[in-house]
């Protein structure tokens, strides 16, 4: 089932506008209760998607709508109305600041303990390093209101988890490409990928992809385990970092340019990996809890 | 392009949650003082027997060979549990991990029924002979000779950083029992000595701090009977590498400094010594989850070579990275004589470091082994 899923995923995701594709197969609001309007189905699955999305760089607020507003949504007992939706945490009129996909998506507002749907009556453009929309919204009134016991630090640590995901596929696809690279890109008369200290380079890159990946896959199985969320983005923005510094380092100056794709990658690795808490707040947050650390990483506290 | 296969994670079953209790209840009873890198430099043979009274040593070797037929994510819980407290298990550390099961997997019925259920009662402890003067990353170019003679074989060859053999039962010694020829894993044999013997001389080979873990094994015309041939004659390289993955990917290639860490915690009261325990928890966290996902995979029978590679490489990079950070926001000396716990920590961990990335294959070699698995190579 789920690799069906990542199959279907990444055939939709490889397109310009993977939006429309997405409605028709009913794949913006997996992971999203049924009995909410939401196409059902689990987190992982939810997931396999978002990491699809994040591999191809997908411009479609599909964390958002789903993962995030859905959710958000479900829990508060309201239907989750069609199209794409994004979520702000914040004083109900607003301003909001940096609303992933404001000028483009119906947003669900977190504020005083209740969530409340609302077209934005000013939008002011802005973006992350990307270019994905992150934008400042004003609320004239309410259009649903009703109380939700999701708090914002719940709704933060949802966040979190989804960039998270969202770095692994664009990790691998980092890997992917460096790989690539230097199996094809020649110097003295042999590609670069034979030399040991680029090997060593992308395995150190390999080593970073491949903890990160199974740490956010065991944090999405436990999200509501606050250790594990904050571990798995900690974990997933310093990899990001790492991953995007080799994937360049092997590249050379091409890697750098507007007409190579690598960027496409990258920006998002940076722009992500500060998204809803970088490795640094994540840290603090670990750091704060009281209790053994022992206790801490086996859950035992 | 070949590309890396997912690594699941691996999921702890529940009835680990009463194991894990039942360890730390022990423990807590248990008189030892806390040490980093415990399971090269903390042997206690009593503490080891201990163990195997509480049916934690050869947990996974089946009942009817004195073993307790647990799986290998059980194991996990157990010497995780050890590791993490720092716990002398030194003495029947790779008895336990590689030699029982691998004279399970590779043994006569007799050598099982003789070897077997003194591994489980802490009772029989094996050295490694593999590493030699002129053989280290490159372990197919080993030197040792086992020589046929009527009724078994003579074994001629030096062995060097051998962990534990001056406390050990018997060692499982890798030699070339015929020449290489065209493929060099050809030729190589696993003989099993029982120590001491008539033939073998154990020396110790001092660490920086003078501490004796390591030795020197000469092997001088020692006579192994048939008997005592593990496995196939000729067939010791895959022997030896079918190991690998439970070998470099367990987490006490995570945990050989996790006392620093707990050190920290409790002194740890300004915010930056306090998000540094954070950002080490948090990268712990996840290295965990992959030695758990690689443990999972062989419980169900896969042999996840490359992500064992990565984890270690990863693992042992975080072991260094503990003691920095520690260094960062402690103004401890490290110091082996000190009455501060933490002093004398640091003092086991700074110079234990350069082995972490050294035993077990070095990163440098694991590294090929992952860039090999990229296609790179």
């Given at each position: 089932m789920s690799e069906l899923l990542e199959e279907t995923a990444h055939q939709i995701m490889a397109a310009p506008d993977p939006w429309p594709a997405l409605e028709d197969a009913g794949l913006t609001l997996v992971g999203?209760?049924?009995?909410?309007?939401?196409?059902?189905?689990?987190?992982?699955?939810?997931?396999?998607?978002?990491?699809?999305?994040?591999?191809?760089?997908?411009?479609?607020?599909?964390?958002?709508?789903?993962?995030?507003?859905?959710?958000?949504?479900?829990?508060?007992?309201?239907?989750?109305?069609s199209g794409p939706l994004t979520v702000a945490h914040g004083p109900s009129g607003g301003p909001l600041r940096r609303v992933p996909w404001g000028r483009a998506a119906r947003c669900v507002v977190l504020a005083d303990g209740s969530v409340a749907i609302l077209d934005p009556a000013q939008v002011t453009e802005g973006a992350n390093l990307a270019g994905e929309p992150r934008d400042d919204l004003v609320f004239d009134a309410a259009e649903a209101v009703a109380p939700c016991p999701v708090t914002p630090a719940e709704l933060r640590r949802w966040g979190a988890l989804a960039r998270a995901v969202q770095l692994t596929g664009a990790m691998r696809r980092a890997l992917e490409l460096a790989v690539a690279y230097a199996g094809e890109r020649e110097q003295f008369g042999r590609p670069i990928g034979r030399f040991q200290a680029v090997q060593h380079l992308l395995a150190e890159?390999?080593?970073?992809?491949?903890?990160?990946?199974?740490?956010?896959?065991?944090?999405?199985?436990?999200?509501?385990?606050?250790?594990?969320?904050?571990?798995?983005?900690?974990?997933?923005?310093?990899?990001?970092?790492?991953?995007?510094?080799?994937?360049?380092?092997?590249?050379?100056?091409?890697?750098?340019?507007?007409?190579?794709?690598?960027?496409?990658?990258?920006?998002?690795?940076?722009?992500?990996?500060?998204?809803?808490?970088d490795e640094h707040a994540w840290a603090a947050e670990l750091g704060a809890l009281d209790g053994d650390p022992w206790e801490l990483l086996t859950g035992t506290r | 392009?070949?590309?890396?296969?997912?690594?699941?994670?691996?999921?702890?079953?529940?009835?680990?949650?009463?194991?894990?209790?039942?360890?730390?209840?022990?423990?807590?009873?248990?008189?030892?003082?806390?040490?980093?890198?415990?399971?090269?430099?903390?042997?206690?043979?009593?503490?080891?027997?201990?163990?195997?009274?509480?049916?934690?040593?050869?947990?996974?070797?089946?009942?009817?060979?004195?073993?307790?037929?647990?799986?290998?994510?059980?194991?996990?819980?157990?010497?995780?549990?050890?590791?993490?407290?720092?716990?002398?298990?030194?003495?029947?550390?790779?008895?336990?991990?590689?030699?029982?099961?691998?004279?399970?997997?590779?043994?006569?019925?007799?050598?099982?029924?003789?070897?077997?259920?003194?591994?489980?009662?802490?009772?029989?402890?094996?050295?490694?002979?593999?590493?030699?003067?002129?053989?280290?990353?490159?372990?197919?170019?080993?030197?040792?000779?086992?020589?046929?003679?009527?009724?078994?074989?003579?074994?001629?060859?030096?062995?060097?950083?051998?962990?534990?053999?001056?406390?050990?039962?018997?060692?499982?010694?890798?030699?070339?029992?015929?020449?290489?020829?065209?493929?060099?894993?050809?030729?190589?044999?696993?003989?099993?000595?029982?120590?001491?013997?008539?033939?073998?001389?154990?020396?110790?080979?001092?660490?920086?701090?003078?501490?004796?873990?390591?030795?020197?094994?000469?092997?001088?015309?020692?006579?192994?009977?048939?008997?005592?041939?593990?496995?196939?004659?000729?067939?010791?390289?895959?022997?030896?590498?079918?190991?690998?993955?439970y070998e470099r990917s367990g987490p006490e290639r995570l945990l050989s400094t996790f006392l620093l860490i707990r050190l920290l915690a409790e002194r740890a009261d300004e915010a930056g010594a306090r998000n540094a325990v954070g950002g080490l928890l948090a990268r712990l966290w996840a290295l965990r989850q992959a030695s758990l996902g690689v443990a999972?995979?062989?419980?169900?029978?896969?042999?996840?070579?490359?992500?064992?590679?990565?984890?270690?490489?990863?693992?042992?990079?975080?072991?260094?990275?503990?003691?920095?950070?520690?260094?960062r926001h402690t103004a401890v000396e490290p110091d082996p004589g000190s009455a501060d716990p933490l002093a004398r920590a640091l003092a086991e961990a700074v110079a234990q470091t350069p082995g972490f990335t050294l035993r077990g294959g070095t990163n440098e070699i694991l590294r090929g082994i992952v860039a090999r698995g990229l296609g790179v190579r």
């Open positions: 999203v209760p049924e009995e909410a309007g939401g196409s059902g189905g689990t987190l992982e699955d939810a997931a396999v998607l978002l990491r699809a999305a994040g591999y191809h760089g997908a411009p479609v607020p599909l964390a958002e709508t789903g993962w995030l507003a859905g959710r958000l949504l479900a829990a508060a007992g309201l239907p989750v109305p890159m390999a080593g970073e992809v491949v903890v990160a990946d199974v740490a956010v896959r065991a944090a999405v199985r436990t999200p509501d385990d606050p250790v594990a969320v904050a571990s798995a983005k900690a974990n997933a923005s310093r990899a990001a970092g790492e991953v995007a510094a080799i994937a360049h380092q092997v590249h050379g100056a091409i890697g750098v340019t507007a007409e190579h794709p690598l960027h496409r990658t990258t920006l998002r690795l940076w722009s992500w990996r500060e998204e809803y808490g | 392009m070949a590309t890396l296969p997912d690594l699941d994670p691996g999921t702890l079953p529940p009835e680990t949650a009463a194991l894990r209790a039942r360890v730390r209840g022990f423990l807590a009873d248990e008189p030892f003082t806390p040490r980093c890198d415990c399971w090269l430099t903390g042997a206690d043979p009593a503490f080891s027997r201990r163990l195997g009274e509480q049916g934690w040593l050869g947990m996974t070797l089946p009942a009817r060979y004195g073993g307790h037929g647990r799986s290998p994510l059980e194991r996990f819980v157990v010497i995780e549990e050890l590791l993490a407290a720092g716990a002398p298990v030194g003495a029947h550390w790779i008895s336990d991990r590689q030699v029982g099961p691998s004279i399970l997997a590779n043994g006569t019925e007799e050598q099982r029924q003789e070897f077997l259920p003194a591994i489980a009662r802490g009772e029989c402890f094996f050295a490694i002979g593999m590493s030699e003067p002129d053989s280290g990353s490159d372990l197919a170019s080993v030197r040792t000779r086992a020589e046929r003679v009527p009724g078994g074989w003579r074994l001629h060859g030096t062995k060097v950083w051998t962990s534990g053999a001056h406390l050990a039962h018997a060692i499982l010694v890798l030699a070339r029992s015929a020449s290489a020829g065209d493929d060099r894993h050809a030729g190589l044999s696993q003989f099993i000595v029982p120590l001491p013997a008539e033939g073998v001389t154990v020396r110790p080979i001092l660490a920086m701090t003078g501490g004796h873990h390591f030795n020197e094994v000469v092997f001088d015309g020692a006579f192994v009977p048939d008997a005592m041939v593990l496995g196939q004659i000729g067939d010791g390289w895959r022997q030896v590498t079918a190991e690998l993955a999972g995979a062989l419980a169900q029978g896969r042999t996840p070579d490359l992500p064992a590679a990565l984890v270690k490489d990863l693992g042992t990079r975080f072991e260094r990275e503990v003691v920095e950070t520690v260094r």
